[in-house]
């Protein structure tokens, strides 16, 4: 697939539809799992404006930060520790509407108010997480729950 994205506005839904068509194109044929993640990155934040998107892989007994699309990053996270290392720990999907409310945020940048992060998961276990931040508060829903979780599902271990 060529690597240019058609950007479609719309309702969240329409967006989403809209995009997961294309990534599974960006990821059809390509077995490299940093590529895979690169790409998936720049292509929601180019979809969809987001202040950061980016992944964190497991490594031994922490996340580790991964491809990612916005500004420096947090660079390992402890499990259980904030937004993204509860998500681990939980084994769950986290929709946060408010940083400053969540017990243990952890934060990276101040102009971070909302968040959503998605386990990775490989044969049962939390491999990593897809963390996405937006600078508007209550910016994540339902709608984004279920297509990002379509779409991390679509990454080849």
């Known amino acids: 697939m060529a ?7 719309g309702t969240k839904k329409e967006q989403y539809e809209s995009l997961l068509p294309q990534i599974i194109g960006l990821l059809e044929g390509e ?11 720049a292509a929601l ?7 950061w998107v980016g ?3 497991v490594k031994v007994d922490e996340l580790v930060l991964g491809p990612f699309q916005g ?30 409310l969540f017990p243990g945020h952890i934060a ?6 909302s968040e959503i992060v998605v386990p990775l998961m490989h044969n049962g276990t939390v491999v990593g997480v897809l963390d ?26």
Do not use: M
């Not at 934040?45 to 202040?51: C, D």
């Not at 990276?108 to 108010?113: A, I, K, M």
């Not at 600078?135 to 599902?153: A, P």
């Open 71 to 100: 500004p420096v990053a947090c660079t390992r996270i402890r499990k259980g520790r904030g937004v993204c290392g509860s998500s681990w720990q939980q084994a769950t999907t986290l929709v946060v509407p408010d940083v400053e």
């Open 132 to 157: 996405v931040d937006s600078s508007e508060l209550d910016q994540f829903d339902e709608t984004d729950k279920l297509y990002l979780e379509k779409i991390v599902s679509l990454i080849n271990w």
């Open 108 to 113: 990276c940048s101040s102009l971070s108010r």
């Open 31 to 41: 077995t490299d799992l940093i590529a895979n993640l690169a790409n998936i990155s």
């Open 55 to 57: 992944f964190y892989l």
């Open 45 to 51: 934040k180019e979809q969809f404006g987001w202040f």
């Open 3 to 9: 690597e240019d994205l058609l950007i479609l506005k």
